[in-house]
């Protein structure tokens, strides 16, 4: 049986177009999500969080055929022009842009766009990801996964301290409901996949940093690249961090064991 139970897994290859659909999004689900990670919904002013846009992206491969079981963000962009609200008809559309073979795996860029029911583009969420093979155990010498892009933050001195979250195995699995991918649920699975326990998906992560943009800024649009440079397991303990620039900020990240695990780097705002 496939992950969708209905859709023949395919090796993605570039060019591969997802099918174009309408769709709305799921409200009741989202406000599950965001009380899971301790986020006001109210915060949104009727939009959708950005970051939900990472999960979505992830599942509309899979619904394509394209598998995640394995898979894990490396680089995920988020180009918002506005939020779409969470009672509009959305449409999107995308597909794999590139795909390259690395020591540790495959990894694959692709992009989907999401437009509003007025037809304008809203959002686009492209990502960059590596997927091991879940059949196997990982070999802990492999190093390489394609270029990695240079550090958004140099030093953790002289940040603003936002605020401090705790996972718990409860708090991810629940997050990870309705996930394809069971690194995020099952310890066998992480542990084939290198990993010491279950990780915490990207747009997890990513919720936070951008309900703490939103929190501060409300703006309405933003331009924003997300880099995942170490994982987050189910039982951690973590910071969010913002570096200012002039009278807003220019970056923000989640520091643990004093050390950065995901970083957001803010091209642009609109408020």
Not at 47 to 69: K, L, M, R, W, Y
Not at 187 to 210: D, F, Q
Not at 245 to 261: F, H, M, N, R
Request: some cysteine; charged content about 25%.
């Amino acid at each position: 049986m496939t992950e969708t139970g209905t859709v023949a897994e395919i090796e993605p290859y570039r060019g591969f177009q997802y099918r174009r659909r309408s769709f709305h999004l799921d409200a009741q689900e989202e406000a599950r999500l965001l009380a899971l990670c301790g986020i006001d919904p109210a915060i949104y002013s009727g939009g959708a969080d950005p970051a939900q846009f990472i999960t979505h992206a992830i599942n509309e491969g899979v619904s394509n055929g394209v598998s995640a079981n394995g898979g894990v963000n490396m680089v995920q962009k988020l180009d918002i022009r506005r939020l779409p609200r969470l009672d509009e008809e959305v449409m999107l559309e995308g597909g794999i842009l590139d795909v390259t073979h690395a020591p540790r795996g495959r990894v694959t860029t692709s992009e989907v766009r999401y437009h509003g029911q007025d037809g304008a583009l809203a959002l686009i969420s492209a990502r960059r990801s590596l997927k091991t093979d879940p059949t196997k155990q990982a070999d802990p010498a492999l190093r390489g996964a394609g270029e990695r892009p240079p550090p958004v933050f140099d030093s953790l001195d002289g940040l603003v301290r936002l605020g401090e979250v705790q996972l718990t195995p409860e708090i991810v699995q629940g997050y990870s409901l309705h996930t394809r991918n069971p690194i995020h649920t099952e310890m066998e699975a992480a542990n084939r996949a290198g990993y010491r326990a279950p990780i915490i998906g990207g747009a997890h992560g990513v919720r936070y940093l951008t309900a703490a943009i939103w929190r501060e800024f409300a703006p309405t649009g933003a331009d924003l690249d997300i880099y995942f440079r170490r994982p987050l397991f189910w039982d951690d303990g973590f910071r969010i961090l913002a570096r200012r620039s002039g009278g807003g900020w220019d970056a923000l990240c989640i520091e643990k064991d004093g050390k950065v695990a995901v970083e957001m780097r803010i091209n642009a705002l609109k408020t």
